[in-house]
T-cell receptor
């Protein structure tokens, strides 16, 4: 596809369960970002991948959150032992390192923890 | 912490120019000013970015003050579809910038 693809688009899970969110960036984009957006709030940075460099994990809110990326392709964000405060839209974005560095966002995964 | 300050909300009459201000008084010499917007229930969308010169594209114009401590995004002829939250962000461009979003400005275009 031409854009950033995220799956699932919606996820409802029970408190305490683990969830895995997927992001397929635009082909050729070396940078990938994860953000969280709670209802009515701004975007909260979670993690940033750039090529083969060590990821910037400074935004991850707790050790229940982790993310991986294989090379310059798909990324997964995992939330272990989900809590109700994890309910939010999780947005992924990718960008190309070089002349055009604007980020393109996916539509997000709406996570609801019940 | 976000490095920018924006008004919480603004209204603009349809067909008129919308001027959205942003203060970034602590901007570094190698940091660019980026603007994104987020229409309800969608992911953010890139609008424009600049370093120190004014920039224009098909969507908007970006005016950056000479001291680079503030900027203004201009939508020349606002339409109802421009109703969105507009985010002003500063970040470096050399492949490793982090987009730190603040709360943005909620722009409402009024018929």
């Amino acid at each position: 596809g031409a854009g950033v693809s995220q799956s699932p688009s919606n996820k409802v899970t029970e408190k305490g369960k683990d969830v895995e969110l997927r992001c397929d960036p635009i082909s050729g984009h070396t940078a990938l970002y994860w953000y969280r957006q709670r209802l009515g709030q701004g975007l909260e940075f979670l993690i940033y991948f750039q090529g083969n460099s060590a990821p910037d994990k400074s935004g991850l809110p707790s050790d229940r959150f982790s993310a991986e990326r294989t090379g310059e392709s798909v990324s997964t964000l995992t939330i272990q032992r989900t809590q109700q405060e994890d309910s939010a839209v999780y947005l992924c974005a990718s960008s190309f390192r070089g002349a055009r560095t604007e980020a393109f966002f996916g539509q997000g995964t709406r996570l609801t923890v019940v | 912490d976000a490095k920018t300050t924006q008004p919480t909300s603004m209204d603009c009459a349809e067909g008129r120019a919308a001027n959205l201000p942003c203060n970034h008084s602590t901007i570094s010499g190698n940091e660019y000013v980026y603007w994104y917007r987020q229409i309800h229930s969608q992911g953010p969308q890139y609008i424009i970015h600049g370093l120190k010169n004014n920039e224009t594209n098909e969507m908007a114009s970006l005016i950056i003050t000479e001291d680079r401590k503030s900027s203004t995004l201009i939508l020349p002829h606002a339409t109802l579809r421009d109703t969105a939250v507009y985010y002003c962000i500063v970040g470096t461009r050399a492949g490793s910038y982090q987009l730190t979003f603040g709360k943005g400005t909620k722009l409402s275009v009024i018929p």
